[in-house]
């Protein structure tokens, strides 16, 4: 009797250990951009350099490389994988990826030619994407920089009050102390010639002395 009962009960176990999910394991994965030059200027050549780095497995992973400015001739490489491109968007479909095993982490070369003609002060801004099976829940995992085109075009602001004030007493470039220094000596001059012309007047003859009293021939009424 035992034995009848007993059989169904360990199979209904074992069943139930079968249809527990075995968690899978975390996966840690995150995009690097490397673009070379930085700061490529309109009509430069340029290299965007994406690599995942981390560890886990990564199903179904995409891609996806956004610029704010116009590649020409935009080519892609993807190892392992293959790309779309068009001259703002490259999406590569990588496949499963497993991260963290033996051998070089995956990489995407994107090169191309800024294209002439984008106005001084925009912003170049270089966002990359990598999405998964994995990532459904969390979101994509993303990086990006960016940099401004020389020759801002932001409207110019008055100055602070305190360095207005600064600059009014700064004398031009090439006029430094001139005005100064040639004020100091004409007033040197004028000096040395009032102190002459009474030295002058004290040496000649019958000439009261200059620090002498004046009589005018009336008694003193004291």
């Not at 935009?74 to 499963?96: I, N, W």
């Not at 207005?164 to 102390?177: F, H, K, N, Q």
Request: hydrophobic content about 40%; proline content about 11%.
């Amino acid at each position: 009797m035992w034995e009848s009962i007993a059989a169904p009960a360990v199979g209904l176990m074992a069943a139930m250990a079968t249809a527990v999910p075995t968690p899978s394991p975390a996966v840690d994965a995150a995009p690097v951009l490397t673009s070379t030059p930085f700061g490529a200027l309109p009509g430069q050549q340029v290299t965007h350099t994406v690599t995942i780095s981390g560890s886990g497995t990564l199903t179904t992973t995409k891609v996806t490389f956004a610029t704010t400015v116009d590649l020409d001739g935009v080519t892609a490489r993807a190892e392992p994988g293959r790309c779309a491109v068009s001259p703002r968007t490259v999406v590569c479909d990588l496949g499963d990826l497993r991260l963290g095993a033996a051998g070089a982490a995956p990489r995407i070369t994107i090169s191309g030619r800024v294209r002439p003609g984008a106005a001084p002060g925009t912003v170049v801004r270089n966002r990359v994407g990598v999405t998964s099976v994995e990532t459904t829940a969390t979101g994509a995992r993303t990086t990006s920089n960016a940099y401004l085109l020389p020759g801002s075009t932001a409207t110019p602001t008055d100055p602070p009050l305190g360095s207005t004030a600064m600059a009014s007493e700064v004398p031009p470039p090439g006029r430094s102390m001139r005005v100064p220094a040639l004020a100091a000596a004409v007033a040197g001059a004028i000096a040395a010639a009032a102190l002459l012309a009474r030295r002058r007047l004290r040496r000649r003859p019958g000439a009261p002395p200059a620090d002498s009293a004046v009589t005018t021939g009336h008694p003193d009424p004291m």
